[in-house]
């Protein structure tokens, strides 16, 4: 069972930045796609939005509402994922969530971290 492990959410001002680090408990597993999902305040689980996603092949992928001033990036051999946050806005208050999907022949598995607060004050 992979376990992620996130660190680094807090408050912060509107136009403020945040950088959020989450590692994965084995660095010698190959993970296809890591990156982060927030869920705001009042959401439910089904709710949560993806943020940011970084795939193997480099390919990434970004929630239109944070496209140009959220940057992630992954160290592949450590098996770790950052989202640098810049001009944060009281919107992106949430929770953060780290996740990793590995595929094995057509099945994804997902894995989920514990979730990490952000708080942006206006």
């Known amino acids: 069972q992979l376990e992620l492990v996130e660190s680094g959410g807090g408050l912060v001002h509107s136009g403020g930045s945040l950088t959020l680090s989450c590692a994965a408990s084995?660095?010698?597993?190959?993970?296809?796609?890591m990156g982060w999902f927030r869920q705001g305040p009042g959401q439910q689980r089904e709710q949560r939005e993806l943020?940011?996603?970084?795939?193997?092949?480099?390919?990434?992928n970004y929630a239109d509402s944070v496209r140009g001033r959220f940057t992630i990036s992954r160290d592949f051999d450590k098996n770790t994922v950052t989202l640098q946050m810049n001009y944060l806005r009281p919107e992106d208050t949430a929770v953060y969530y780290c996740?990793?999907?590995?595929?094995?022949?057509?099945?994804?598995?997902?894995?989920w971290g514990q979730g990490t607060q952000v708080t942006v004050s206006s």
């Open positions: 943020v940011a996603g970084l795939m193997t092949s480099g390919r990434t």
């Open positions: 996740y990793a999907q590995i595929l094995t022949g057509t099945d994804w598995s997902t894995y």
């Open positions: 084995d660095f010698t597993t190959s993970i296809d796609i």
